[in-house]
């Protein structure tokens, strides 16, 4: 009984994730300027790692946890390069 | 049948409140991001996503796998920590990229306007000696310039 709550529970916020997700693609596809869609990136793979973790919690599996780290460092580097590019880009020309 | 861990029902009430509810707030980040109007309002809704909302879906995930396995897994807060260190730093990094690239705009629209008047100066300045060879040039060969004196004798 509980675990079935648990299950219907974990599927709405994989739900919620999911549509969070769409939201963040929607406003990188569309947004206006390049740092919007550096941000709206930044929130897609911040919402991508919540969903592997959330993934995690419903197999009872410790694997995934490994790819949401990896996600966490490699976006950290890739939001701070684009940053500095779209900061050194308009002074070097 | 649905993917869920079994785990004893105090432990899937916390679980699902605690998932259910970071869930919830990274939507509302999401949306926030969605719905604000400027660049500089739509920083701010994505730090509530990855400080409360993944604070919450960590500490689900603490509990179950620490239930499942009888014995305290924290390592979801190597996570968390990660990320509470690294998020304000790449977000400072990008406002300041966006501060800076509206300045050098606006310094460039400016420079660009001053051109524009600058050269509509020049234009004026250059249509007024043209009206005034025009009238010179009419009023040599209406009245009868001395052209040997203009152009030379011969």
């Known amino acids: 009984m509980s675990q079935a709550a648990l299950g219907y529970c974990l599927a709405a916020a994989q739900a919620l994730l999911a549509v969070a997700l769409f939201m ?31 993934l995690g919690i419903r197999t009872g599996t ?10 966490a460092l490699t976006g950290f580097v890739s939001t701070s390069a684009v940053a500095k590019f779209l900061m050194r880009g308009e002074v070097i020309e | 049948m649905t993917l869920a861990p079994d785990l004893p029902p105090v432990a899937a009430l916390v679980v699902g409140v605690l998932a259910l509810g970071g869930a919830l707030v990274a939507m509302l980040g999401a949306m926030g991001l969605l719905r604000m109007r400027t ?48 998020l304000p730093v790449s977000m400072m990094l990008l406002a300041r990229a966006a501060i800076f690239r509206d300045r050098s705009e606006a310094y460039d629209a400016s420079m660009a306007a001053e051109a524009r008047a600058a050269a509509e100066e020049e234009a004026a300045a250059l249509a007024a000696a043209q009206e005034e060879a025009a009238a010179l040039a009419y009023r040599d060969r209406e009245l009868g310039g001395d052209d040997d004196a203009a152009y030379g004798a011969g």
């Open chain 1, 24 to 54: 963040c693609a929607y406003r990188l596809i569309r947004g206006p300027r390049a740092q919007d869609r550096v941000m709206a990136l930044d929130a897609l793979y911040m919402n991508g790692l919540l969903s592997i973790v959330m």
């Open chain 1, 62 to 71: 410790q694997l995934y946890f490994e790819a949401a780290l990896v996600i």
């Open chain 2, 39 to 86: 660049f500089y309002d739509r920083v701010h809704p994505p730090t509530m996503t990855a400080s409360m909302g993944l604070a919450a879906i960590a500490l689900a995930s603490i509990v179950t796998s620490s239930v499942l396995g009888s014995r305290p897994v924290v390592h979801e807060f190597l996570l968390l920590f990660f990320v509470v260190l690294t």
